[in-house]
C-alpha cells in the first residue's frame, strides 16, 4: 500500500499538519488541512506532485474534526464530484464549532471559567471556525471501530481511539502494522485531551484523559512498526513514545495534585497557575484549561483528590 505523507500549513502555532495520501484505489486522503488559500494551494501542488488532482479523490477519511485536520474536505469533495467523507460520530459535535453552544458554557462554568474569560474564548473560536465548513447531516458517513477501508492491495483497520477528541480514529495496516494515527501519538509534543461533551450524554463531561490512556494502550498492542502522525516526523519506536506519554501524564498528576490544598480549588486556578507563562494567550488558555480539567477528573476518578459541587463550579481539594 502506497501512503505518501503531505505536510500542508496551518494558522496555527502547533505548525504544518500531515495529510496523507494513500495512491489505492479508491484514491483516498487521510485529513486534509486547514480552510485556507495557502492550505489548498499547498495541498493542491502536493497532490499534483503524485499525478493526483482533487477530482481524483474517492475518500475523504477524518482522524478528527479540528480546523487543520478537517478544513478542506468540502472544498475537495464539491471538487472531486463528491467524493465520499468519513469520520466517527462522536466527532460530529467539533464540526458545528467549539464552545457554541449552552453545553460547552456549562462546562466551562463548571471549570470555574469566568464569564468574561468565556465570552473571550468563544469569540476567538467562532473566528478558528471560520477554517472549516460545517457537515450536515447526509454530507458524512461514519467511521466505525473495527470496520475495513478495502484498497487494491488491502485494507486499513479502524481503530476508535477517543481521548484528544471523542471521535478520534487511528487506521492500521495489519500487514506490516503501519498506523495513521492523527494527534493520538506525535513524536514531539504531547497531545492535548480537549474538554468537551460526553458523546453519549451531553450534559456530562467527556472523561478525555482516562480514555486517551485506554486508546494509547490499544495501539500499543498492535505493536506498530512505524507510526505516522498529524504533525511532526513518523515514530518507529511506539514503546519509547508510550513510556514517554506515561512518565508525563503521570509527572502532571503528581504536579497537579501537589498544588491541591485543604481549601477547594477550580480547574480554571490549576490551569492559570500551571500554565503561567502562556495562559494570557487565548489558544493556549483554552488548551491550559482542558489539560487541567482532564487531569483533575482522572485523579478524581482514582479516588486520588476530593471533589465539592456549589454553586454550579467544581471545587477540588485534598482528602
Known sequence: MKIVPLTIPT?????????????????????????????????????????????DVRRIVLTHAHEDHCGLAKQVRDEAKNAEILVHEWETGHLFGRLSGDVHHSLMKRAGVPESVFNELQALYGEVNLLTDALEDGEYAPLVDDMELDFQSGSLRVIHTPGHTPGSCSFIREADRTLICGDCVLKRITPNPIISPDPVDPQKRFHSLAEYLVSLARLRSFSPTLSYGGHGESVTDFDEIFHRYIRAIDDRQNKIIGMLGDNGVTAFDIAKDLFSKSFDDGVHRFLAISEAVAHLDYAEAEGKIALELSGGVEYYRRH
Open 11 to 55: 494558522p496555527f502555532y502547533v505548525g504544518d499538519v500531515n495529510v496523507y495520501l494513500i495512491k489505492e484505489d479508491p484514491l483516498t486522503l487521510i485529513d486534509v488541512g486547514p480552510k485556507t488559500t495557502k492550505a489548498a494551494k499547498a495541498l493542491r501542488a502536493k497532490l499534483a506532485a503524485n499525478g493526483v488532482q482533487f477530482a
